[in-house]
């Protein structure tokens, strides 16, 4: 866990309401399926944003305006600084991956999959990616995605790639394991049409991101933990759905 | 020089800067931060005689200057704060802890500070019964002189350590509450818990609270906080710890000079990990300001 200060240097749309930010600045501290959380001027909580990608000395965040504070985040400037907590959760745990591992991520669950998907094609695996969207316009990273491995997209009407959920485009995939972020319907889904091990990001209204307030615990199987600490990533067999 | 040393119950504090209890852990989260030695000393994570998990998530709620928490003592439960906790702690904070007891009953209230009493790193016990988040739990203690009256009188029968009973702001008449502990036997009180509130999501319309209400702090209460601090050193001999949206220095000045010989600090925790290491080390600057040469001169009856 670390606090830096990170300069935006680029913050605009990829769809009507989703964004990507870049930001500049001491990024040692952060490893795929890790969150930062963000001191919003006006505020009171910090807001909890997934790692999408890493540079040298670049953050790359993918979020969606759904309230006050993203709204504001949307209209942050080019050259504004970021008080930012970095290196917090678990994140994914690369050594489970096997040789083809799948990788499943829902709406705004799709950004963490992309550092995850860039590490594990280091590791020379084979990867298959499923991403999940409402519609067409709401798509965002599917090329980014294709340099990294097979991919498939799903929209729920149909307006683009296989119409449905992400479960729908499962059929035919011969994976070792997942790897998923999304929504909980679509992560329970995920988890009940699986027969293979896998891993699901949750998330949950924290109060202050690094294991101190207990806001945002939840039951497992291996006991309770925090989704912030322990989480946000937890293996299929310890969740209690 | 200034002097931010304060005497809290017979313990020197290097300074009036303690971590109020469920924003602080069992201290080690913050240890990865800075070294939580500098501290006065910090309130434990409130502890109880069972484990508990609390209550059902969402239990955190942005407000304006605030934040809304229901969390419901979630804990490991006495034995194991004992065993696993304490040790862990020991690791990375030299000096004598507060620790935060809740319960459901005046038993179990003494069960667990007779057992934290024994504890060596353990300075002082403060007792919780404000918990806004339990039902039938520690805020019937808390809005009830009788009761309040009762379960200090029974811990202080068990224990040699100094008891401190955390009050809750959620009441009529605070002073009264405060009396009813210091006519039971406690040693000092602290103050003041967190305000019941409560917020509705426009889109939902329904509470974003799954428990509908909680405990309300943030810079929002200070004044109230303030108020009440001012209040009950005014109507009491024992010290009193001053708490409640405290986030700068400036702020620990005037809950002293409001009559508190010590203060807490609650919510800043949770947005800046660094808070109270910021106002430790902001203090001599202010202290100068003010011209104030010791902390000491602003407690009453010093």
Known sequence: MKQVFLKITKNEHLTKDVLKMVLKGDVSDIKAGQFVNIKIEGEYLRRPISVCDLGKNTLTLIYKVVGKGTEIMANMKKGEVLDVLTGLGNGYDLSCAGERPLLVGGGVGVPPLYLLAKELKKQGKDITVTLGFNTKDEIFYEKEFSKLGKVFVTTVDGSYGIKGFVTNALENVDATYFYSCGPEPMLKALSNATKISGELSFEERMGCGFGACMGCSCKTLTGNKRICKEGPVMKKEEIIW | ?302
């Open chain 2, 1 to 302: 020089m200034v002097d931010t040393k304060v005497n809290l119950l017979g313990i020197e504090l290097d300074n009036p800067i303690i971590p109020a209890s469920g924003t602080f852990g069992y201290g080690y989260e913050f240890a990865e931060f800075y070294d939580i030695n500098m501290l006065g000393t910090f309130s434990f994570k409130g502890t109880t005689k069972e484990p508990r998990f609390g209550n059902p998530t969402p239990r955190i709620a942005e407000c304006t200057a605030g934040m809304i928490n229901s969390v419901g003592l979630q804990n490991p439960g006495v034995e194991k704060v004992i065993a696993e906790e304490l040790p862990k702690l020991k690791k990375v904070f030299n000096k004598k802890v507060m620790a935060n007891v809740g319960g459901f009953s005046i038993d179990e209230y003494k069960e667990v500070c007779e057992k934290l009493d024994k504890e060596e790193q353990v300075g002082w016990i403060e007792v919780n019964i404000s918990c806004p988040n339990v039902h039938g739990g520690g805020m019937s203690f808390g809005t009830d002189p009788k009761s309040a009256f009762e379960v200090t009188k029974e811990v202080k029968k068990v224990t040699t350590k100094p008891i401190i009973v955390k009050l809750s702001p959620n009441v009529t008449d605070i002073v009264s509450m405060a009396k009813a502990v210091e006519d039971a036997g406690a040693d000092g009180v602290s103050l003041i818990n967190t305000l019941l509130g409560m917020r509705i999501n426009l889109k939902t319309r329904e509470p974003v609270i799954k428990n509908v209400m909680g405990g309300f702090s943030g810079p929002a209460i200070f004044p109230v906080a303030v108020r009440m601090v001012y209040q009950v050193a005014n109507a009491v001999k024992i010290p009193v710890i001053g708490m409640g949206g405290i986030a700068t220095a400036e702020d620990v000045i005037e809950m002293m000079m409001a009559g508190a010989t010590a203060v807490e600090i609650g919510a800043q925790n949770l947005i800046d990990p660094y808070a109270s290491k910021n106002i430790i080390e902001d203090l001599p600057r202010v202290m100068k300001k003010y011209k104030i040469t010791s902390l000491k001169e602003l407690i009453k009856g010093e």
